[in-house]
């Protein structure tokens, strides 16, 4: 009997040396290559589900890998999956518990923005909601410990910022905007840890003159597209074809236009973004040619990523429709 026990006493001993030296968890940090998380392993043509782009620099939690992903724990509850390309690995670091601190809401001549100092970058994923009008953020590792939110009346188009601890390490900021239309916004931390939305506000005169368009004619150079199976024409070139007309459209109705390519160049998903984010264009439109494998789907359609651009998306099928142009969808 004591034989036995000994063993048992030296097996948990060792169990718990080998958890200390060989923990089943690393740290890694973003690196600045626009990367972003992935909701689970789906892949389709266009790389999955993405819960959110990240800044460079924040720290993920490792916890599996699997072919070219990582799964990260965010939270107790909550998991995603990284590119392990995005990633470079760090020591050790102290990740138990982040508090906040003070907020400050305010705006420039240009933008509104929040600010929240953190101790760390921390990962954090964003939802854009409608009636009301929100900016929904979650910070994950986050507790609070703010005492002040300072809302200064510079700010011009957040109407008001609070937050909840919904989880025991989720922190909730939500942002209510005074306009029901969604103009966008980006997430990033400052060079001291203070994470910041950068909310962009309603133009002042919504007339095609006070407002900037930016035309992204799809594919382009090695990245062919679709090809039309009776015409034998390319995406790429049908889709620059029409930028070109669209920009001439819209230059006539003096609004400003910005376009991805002009030519028939190669651009990676991450130089259109680099662009545009250079450009800051108040409206983007994307434009390509689809193909279908059943004969009973023709004609436009529009499409949206969030849920406050449906309004933009309807209002151009809507347009395209007036043309003549159909839809035929059988289903
Ligand atoms: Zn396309």
């Not at 929904?136 to 957040?158: H, M, P, R, Y």
């Not at 108040?282 to 309004?311: A, E, M």
Request: one cysteine or more; a positive charge; charged letters at 25%.
């Amino acid at each position: 009997m004591k034989k036995q026990l000994t063993v048992l006493f030296l097996f948990c001993f060792l169990n718990s040396y080998s958890q200390k030296n060989y923990p089943d968890f690393f740290y890694v940090r973003t690196t600045d290559s626009l990367p972003f998380l992935d909701y689970g392993l789906g892949e389709d043509r266009l790389g999955g589900a993405k819960m959110t782009f990240l800044d460079s620099n924040i720290v993920l939690r490792v916890v599996d890998s699997t072919g070219d992903k990582y799964k990260v724990q965010l939270s107790k509850l909550h998991s995603a999956y990284v590119q392990k390309e995005k990633v470079y690995p760090i020591s050790p670091i102290e990740y138990d518990q982040h508090l906040t601190n003070s907020w400050n809401v305010y705006g420039d001549s240009l933008y509104d923005y929040v600010t929240i100092k953190l101790d760390e970058r921390l990962p954090y994923r964003s939802m854009m909601e409608i009636h009301p009008s929100r900016i929904v953020l979650d910070i994950f590792g986050a507790v609070s410990n703010t005492n002040w939110i300072t809302q200064l009346s510079t700010a011009k188009e957040i109407k008001n910022a609070w937050y909840e601890q919904t989880e025991d390490d989720v922190m909730r900021v939500i942002i209510e905007l005074k306009h029901q239309q969604h103009w966008g916004y980006r997430i990033f931390y400052s060079s001291d840890n203070k994470l910041t939305v950068m909310v962009k506000r309603q133009p002042a005169k919504l007339d095609l003159s006070h407002i900037k368009i930016a035309i992204d004619a799809g594919h382009g150079g090695d990245n062919v597209g679709a090809t039309g199976i009776a015409s034998n024409i390319k995406e790429k070139d049908y889709t620059l074809l029409i930028a070109k007309e669209l920009t001439r459209q819209l230059i006539n109705r003096k609004a400003k236009v910005v376009m991805t390519r002009v030519k028939d160049t190669t651009l990676s998903m991450f130089e259109r973004i680099q662009f545009l984010d250079q450009q800051d264009p108040t409206l983007l439109v994307s434009i390509h040619l689809n193909s279908s494998s059943k004969d009973s789907i023709s004609g436009v359609s529009t499409y949206y990523r969030y849920i406050g651009f449906r309004s933009l998306s309807q209002a151009i099928l809507k347009s395209m429709l007036q043309t003549g142009l159909r839809i035929t969808l059988t289903v």
